[in-house]
């Protein structure tokens, strides 16, 4: 199987404009969508969900998942699951805290630390990479695997 690969680039000059960028990009979204979000620590993975879930007009405080592994926030039409792998170490780790759930079609997923289920994640995943540039920039890509 042969696969587009799309990607955009983009830079954020300050915590804002992530929110904004990460709001924008909601619009794309649908039921089932997945979304994996990589970047070093303090990159704004966490900054862009909290703009994807304004986007999606979700009124909950976003908080990071670093601790409780997974958040779940519901709009009036659908649900936005929120994991960080950060504290997980395997695949398996993943299937332990019931990770597939969230991998079918219930909602929209967000995940930050996804390196582990590399090779797990579906063909519906956008793929969200920030770089720190420095203090306040951030370079952000977006891709998706598309069937051809
Ligand atoms: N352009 C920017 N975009 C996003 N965040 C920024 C930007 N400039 C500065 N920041 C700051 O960087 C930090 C990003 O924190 P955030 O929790 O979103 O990172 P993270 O990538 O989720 O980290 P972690 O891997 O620990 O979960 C915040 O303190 C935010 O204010
Ligand atoms: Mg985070």
Redesign the pocket.
């Known amino acids: 199987m042969n696969y587009k690969k799309n990607v955009k680039s983009y830079i954020?000059?300050?915590?804002d404009?992530?929110l904004k960028l990460g709001k924008e990009f909601a619009s794309k979204l649908k039921k089932g969508d997945v979304v994996s979000l990589r970047?070093s620590?303090?990159?704004?993975?966490?900054?862009f969900v909290k703009g994807v879930a304004e986007g999606l007009k979700i009124s909950d405080n976003i908080t990071?998942p670093?601790f409780t592994l997974v958040q779940i926030y519901n709009n009036s039409q659908l649900q936005m699951n929120h994991l960080?792998l950060?504290r997980l170490n395997s695949e398996e780790d993943f299937y332990n805290i019931g990770g597939m759930d969230f991998l079918s079609p219930t909602g929209i997923t967000l995940i930050?630390?996804t390196e582990i289920i590399n090779e797990i994640l579906p063909d519906n995943t956008y793929f969200i990479n920030?770089s720190i540039l420095d203090?306040?920039?951030?370079e952000v890509t977006i891709s998706f695997k598309e069937n051809e």
């Open positions: 954020c000059k300050d915590e404009e992530m970047g620590l303090g990159s704004g993975k966490t900054v990071s670093t960080d950060y930050e630390w920030i203090n306040l920039n951030r």
